[in-house]
């Protein structure tokens, strides 16, 4: 007696097919959503509450941007020179001979100061603080010094969250400023030097290309980029439960989650102020 196996219908499969789609993206806005409640929670502890223990937060704000922006000032600074004298150096040895030296201030505005700088300085974070920041929240919570700190009738959410946040907020936006600063003019001391171009010629080139639109969109994503950073990266932190070999699995996820996020953002905010 011969049984035919049954045959699963073309309807089951597109309704399991929906079915994975939809769950994906539900995981997705459920993280999204958690993200941001962390910024918008850090925002407004910082505005409305940062008179609860102003002097113990003032020293964790201090303390995190300390590590986070002025410890990462030798590496950005070499970073910042490289990327400048690579570009400086390619730009003046092909412009003057197609008659396009003016050319060079629009490139330095496009690559360095429009992604290069908010990106290079978040990455840089990331992998600096990002982790740092990840691994210390994780062994707070399995040491239970975080469940100590409620006991004492802390909020940790406003002692540990929101000045982690907002320092690396603030580091990453200073960085991208000191990163564009040393990539434009160090870039040309070092690798212009001897060019065909004078010193007064470049810098009349890159400040006749540079608008307030410009600026303010590199110094925007700065900020949001630090503020998801701190974000990703705390929440990866407290996700961390009973066992210390998920610190160094949170630390992975907050790092590949923090990058995923700023390119994302950062294509978001592109498209919105340059492609409108």
Known sequence: MRFNKPLRSKPIRRMEIFRYLGSGAISRARAVYALWSIVIFSLSSLVFRFHVGRRAVRRVILKQIYFTGFEALPI????????????VTQSLSILPKVGGEGLIGDILVWVVIREMGPLFSAVIVIARSGTAI??????????REITTIEAMGIDPMHYLIMPRVIGTAVSVFV???F????SVLGGYLLAGLGKNMTFSVYIGSVLDSLAFLEVAVSLLKSLVFGLII????????????????EIPQQTTKAVMGSFKAIFVTDAIVTFIFFMS
């Open 175 to 177: 960085l991208t400023f």
């Open 179 to 182: 990163f564009e600063f040393t």
């Open 76 to 87: 950005i600074s070499w970073i910042s020179l490289i990327l400048g004298i690579i570009i």
């Open 134 to 143: 990840a691994s210390e929240l994780g062994s707070m919570k399995i040491s």
């Open 230 to 245: 701190g974000a990703v990266c705390t929440s990866h932190g407290l996700m961390v439960r009973s066992s210390i070999t």
